[in-house]
């Protein structure tokens, strides 16, 4: 089955940091663009952080800038993403994906229908 297998989320208090490990099964991501995304109780999925195939640009949404660090290992087909300073609303389950819509390898936005390989998600939540 060709999918992304998320893992690292857990339980961690407001201002703690955590590192989520997003592998490709099934399939060589390296050159696609590879997002991650997270969907909170009642929410829409929303894309939080991007890196490019081509070059390892990176993009992030402006509520996780300078505390999200997206980065990707072809060698072992794995994405990460270090998340700091984490807040209560960043609780959510993290998702990660493949620009599969013809991106050409570069990060071009979150529309959730253009993205594929969704794997079973890990849960994050920011708590006291």
């Known amino acids: 089955q060709l999918q992304f297998v998320e893992s690292g989320g857990g339980l961690v208090q407001p201002g703690g940091s955590m590192r989520l490990t997003c592998v490709a099964s099934g399939f060589t991501a390296d050159t696609y663009a590879i997002a991650w995304f997270r969907q909170a109780p009642g929410k829409e999925r929303e894309g939080v952080s991007c890196?490019?195939?081509?070059?390892?640009?990176?993009d992030y949404v402006d509520s996780v800038k300078g505390r999200f660090s997206i980065s990707r290992d072809n060698a072992r087909n794995t994405v990460y993403l270090q998340m700091n300073n984490l807040k209560r609303e960043d609780t959510a389950v993290y998702y990660c994906a493949a620009d599969i819509a013809g991106g050409f390898g570069f990060c071009s936005g979150y529309v959730v229908n253009e993205f594929g390989y969704w794997g079973q998600g890990t849960q994050v939540t920011v708590s006291s």
């Open positions: 890196i490019a195939g081509i070059d390892e640009s990176t």
